[in-house]
């Protein structure tokens, strides 16, 4: 087929304006997005209610999208008296950022040989130990008189029989300070500068080395939406993994290491997104209480695990519950965490459809803009094909919700009809997706129950085509 070309005047899906914020992406969802806005703002929970394909996860991203960045993070502290018990640490960005500052002042200065005592730059041998000159560290003798530089460095070289050159890497001394006291000072070789640390640094350096180890388990940097949708206990909850050596001193990985943050924990401060909320099954107790509590302790799942005795006790969960359900699952979804999520939330029922105005085309024709953009592989409509679209959405209005002049919400099989429509333009060279391309998929991608009905003529005499022939004279005698 040719090359569908586009001419001047011509309206496409591509003129059409994209919303830059989530929520106004959202199509004829008007209460949900309202609430969502709220929820947002209060950090409160939802549970939304409806049939599969109107938009649950987009509206759970999009208040994602409007909560703050974290300003926490999550770390498991080495517990040397007790090392199956470790810690937890909660450090806010400012803490974190003062910490850096003061680990830049445990660097010192670096200075230039010449600007240190004569005797620090000869002992780490930039100065020469005859004529005073001063040369590069690379050079072991000196270039004006040509003696070692390092062979009166070494002292303990006095009893052999040869000196033994060797490069001395730092130097400690004293200085006398105006009050009259005496003050350690450390000179460092860093390349060709002295690196100087005086003995608050020194102190400084040591406190940091006494603190106790840690495994950041929930960063900074991190995505505000987490996904736990048909997650296992040990994916909810988290884990702490298995050690073969026990965390064995010598040659195990201590406890702390091994500890794995929950989704529960990887949502603090975020979103905690949970499609098909039933199907956690007993596992929804546990985020009841995470709910409640906005901590949850990690523990080892496996009892036959190394990991079985560790315990990180209240590790801070504090998210925002965004649950999705269909209407035929609400019994399977306990009574507390209902009642959790009402008495801190909002359960929603979402709409299938909404009326065929002039406003409420121009939302599904965004939506279609919307749709394209997404895929980010398939040409834009052409008016024909945008038309195609909005007329099976007043079709599948009309089919599931017995609906007149309405558009169906049910958008995922919209999608599924643009996407096919697109790649059989992809596939043509088209440069839009034409009216008529829209025609060949909605035809082409009907459900296979669909395919078996017009083929065979019913489901049975479809179902009764694989059976062999020797069955299927059984099956007429027995008729």
Not at 159 to 182: F, N, Y
Not at 240 to 269: F, K, M, N, S, T
């Amino acid at each position: 087929m040719a090359s569908v070309s586009v001419k001047r005047g011509e309206w496409s899906s591509a003129d059409i304006v994209i919303p830059k914020d989530p929520l106004e992406q959202i199509v004829g969802q008007d209460e949900a997005v309202q609430l969502a806005k709220i929820a947002a703002k209060q950090r409160r929970h939802l549970l939304l209610v409806g049939p599969p394909g109107i938009g649950k996860s987009m509206l759970a991203q999009a208040i994602a999208f409007h909560l703050p960045k974290p300003v926490e993070e999550l770390s498991v502290i080495h517990n040397p008296e007790n090392p199956e018990r470790p810690f937890v640490e909660t450090r806010t960005k400012e803490q974190v950022v003062k910490e850096q500052k003061s680990l830049e002042r445990m660097q010192g200065p670096l200075l230039s040989p010449k600007d240190v005592p004569a005797f620090v730059a000869e002992r780490l041998g930039f100065r020469c130990p005859a004529c005073g000159r001063l040369s590069k560290l690379a050079e072991k003798a000196c270039p004006a008189c040509g003696t070692s530089k390092r062979k009166s460095a070494d002292y303990s070289a006095i009893l052999t029989e040869a000196p033994r050159e060797r490069q001395i890497k730092s130097v400690q001394t004293t200085r006398l300070l105006e009050d009259g006291r005496e003050e350690v000072m450390v000179y460092e070789l860093h390349g060709e500068k002295i690196r100087v640390l005086d003995q608050r640094t020194l102190e400084e350096i040591d406190k940091y080395k006494k603190k106790k180890p840690r495994k950041v388990i929930v960063p900074f940097d991190r995505n505000p939406f987490v996904v736990a949708t048909g997650a296992s206990e040990t994916e909810l909850l988290g884990d702490v993994r298995h050690d073969p050596y026990g965390g064995h001193q010598g040659i195990g990985v201590q406890p702390y290491l091994r500890v794995v943050a929950g989704a529960v924990h990887e949502a603090h401060e975020g979103v905690l997104f949970i499609d098909e909320l039933s199907s956690l099954q007993y596992i929804q107790r546990f985020l009841f209480t995470a709910m409640q509590e906005k901590k949850y302790t990690i523990v080892g799942k496996n009892p036959q695990s190394a990991g079985s005795s560790v315990r990180v006790e209240q590790v801070p969960c504090d998210f925002i519950l965004i649950a999705a359900s269909n209407i035929n699952d609400l019994h399977q979804i306990l009574p507390p965490l209902r009642s959790r999520i009402i008495g801190n939330g909002y359960e929603v029922l979402l709409d299938t459809f909404m009326p065929d105005t002039t406003e409420n085309e121009l939302k599904l024709k965004q939506f279609i803009a919307q749709e394209i953009k997404k895929d980010g592989k398939i040409p834009h409509c052409d008016e024909t094909a945008v038309n195609e679209i909005l007329d099976q959405a007043r079709l599948k209005a009309k089919l599931f919700d017995q609906q007149e002049n309405a558009f169906t919400l049910r958008l995922r099989e919209l999608s599924g009809v643009l996407r096919l429509a697109g790649d059989l333009a992809v596939s043509q060279d088209s440069e839009l997706i034409t009216g008529d391309l829209v025609k060949t998929s909605l035809k082409r991608g009907r459900a296979i129950e669909e395919q078996l009905q017009e083929k065979y003529g019913s489901l049975w005499k479809a179902g009764l085509s694989e059976v062999n022939k020797e069955s299927r004279k059984d099956l007429k005698e027995i008729s």
